[in-house]
């Protein structure tokens, strides 16, 4: 690392994190001619990374054009699932597509470990500094409280900079010790989860077999009403030689049930509609990792004097039912946060008033945009009547449909749905205090 001279920082921007956010960070601000170190507490980015999910590469065709033809990927998602479940059934809306399986393509299955490899890998080549097997320790400042850079565990310890990027995750400690979530209501734990994963490796040919797919097409599965009670849902993704399928549950839920989250994940595998799927598969990886799902309500500030928050660090993951999505809104958020950073070292202005230009970018962006439309339905989605009663009602409702039971004649709609709430306990003004929500949200 260079040495200060003259007592200048040695960086224009330091970026804490390799991640999707961190390097989309620094590959930015590397390009706008700005010196950049990359720190990463693992030996090589995505080292600590046990993700295996879906991206979407939208936000990549403005960061790295024609992505599709160098991104590690593992299948283009051609079908996408929403699976509700009660013990003993399953009801599950599937669309696919063939215009997701060529270019631009809409999104891919990727492991992270491949996944931030190459993003770092990029930001390098733009010029930024990687600093790999270093832990950001605390923040550093000057005499009027102005963040001007991090203390790291490495022999030579601090590292100065004009602007310290924070993408070190959920639970960001740099964050929280610049006073970024000062103002955000409630305990941290409250607007967290904690996903738990299993990746099972099956041979190609018996993953297209099973799932309907050909050549490099994948699947995503979302399911809801299999996490036994606690606030949740569940997610099956196809991968080149392998699937991932885990669950994702609220820490409080799950401290309240005394029960094990590789328990729930057990249960959710052995469910009638799930374990066909993985049969005779070999568990090859299980790992465990925290998501900020609170949303928009939940995100600290996003600037401070000398300091910028993105990505998880700055709980910028859309929990939304349908869609469950972060590394989008990290490259996004990371990407913004390189290009006001180096506006402000341009302009000579790295205060908080200098760096406001962060916060326009994402508000004019995807990435606040949806979280503000989005707010309320993390509480939604969290809800007991989504989380319990909902799949339950539609599952029913769907079983009389298809039931035939002659020689009585077909129910109606409207008598299956009152009956089905009936026996799910769902109120009528819940149901349509629910459906305003959603209309809110969604429409």
Known sequence: MPPETNGAPAFDVVVVGAGPAGSAAALEAARAGMSVALLERGPYPGAKNVYGGVVYGRILDELVPNWWEHMPVQRWVTRRSTMMLTGHQALTVDFRTEDWGRPPYNGATAFRSELDGWLASLAQDAGAVLVPATTATGLLRDGAGRVTGVRTDRPDGDLTARIVIACDGVNSFLAKEAGLFAKVPGKQAEHTSLGVKETLALPREVVEERFGLSGRHGQDIEVLGCTGGIPGGGFLYTNLESVSVGVVLSLTGLAASGTRPEAVLAGMKEHPAIAPLLRGAELK??????????????????????????????????????????????????????????????AGDTSRAGLAGYRRLLEESFVLADHRRLRRVPGLVFSDRVQQSYPGLLCDVAQGFFTVDNPRPKPGLRRLLTGAARRRGVRLRHLLSDAFTGTRSFG
Do not use: F, K, Q
């Open 285 to 346: 990886e299980y790992s465990a990792h925290l998501i900020p799902e609170g949303g928009y309500d939940t995100m600290p500030e996003l600037t401070g004097d000398g300091i910028l928050v993105a990505g998880d660090a700055a709980a910028m993951c859309l929990a939304a039912g349908v869609w469950l999505e972060g590394v989008n809104y990290a490259l996004g958020a990371g990407m913004y946060a390189g290009r006001a950073a180096a506006a402000a070292v341009t």
